[in-house]
């Protein structure tokens, strides 16, 4: 005795498994862009790509309210 699925019922599954394979991607390549690997023996200055409070102003630094020394 042999079962028979027909084309409706597994053609959807193929939708499913292709959309969590590119969503996975996309994830994947989010976290991509936003670690860096710099070794102890380089220096690196990474520059943020966005920000939830929008650009630093014209000037560059931000103070913070700490006086260094």
Do not use: D, H
Request: proline fraction near 3%; glycine fraction near 14%; charge should be positive.
């Amino acid at each position: 005795m042999a079962m028979y699925v027909s084309f409706r019922q597994t053609s959807w599954f193929g939708v499913y498994v292709f959309a969590f394979i590119l969503l996975t991607a996309f994830l994947m390549f989010g976290v991509w862009l936003c670690f860096r690997y710099i070794p102890n023996n380089f220096v690196g200055i990474v520059e943020k790509l966005w920000s939830s409070r929008g650009s630093v102003p014209e000037g560059g630094k931000r103070e913070l309210g700490v006086i260094g020394g």
